[in-house]
């Protein structure tokens, strides 16, 4: 696994988008979302913390 391994962006923007992910995850775990729903939401979240 270490070959295909990659570090964390280092982006001054990444502990938000890591929580996003986990936001999403827990959506998912507890059943307020579907996956899609909740990986879609956290994009879209992304994409306006990175300004796209």
């Known amino acids: 696994m270490i070959p ?5 962006p280092n982006i ?5 988008i890591a929580e996003n992910l986990k936001q999403a ?3 998912v ?3 307020i ?3 899609k729903q909740a990986l879609d939401d956290a994009a879209k979240k992304t994409a ?3 300004g796209w």
């Open 12 to 16: 001054p923007e990444y502990p938000q």
């Open 4 to 8: 295909e391994a990659h570090s964390r």
């Open 25 to 27: 995850i827990d959506e």
């Open 48 to 50: 306006e913390i990175l």
């Open 33 to 35: 979302k579907a996956p």
């Open 29 to 31: 775990y507890f059943n």
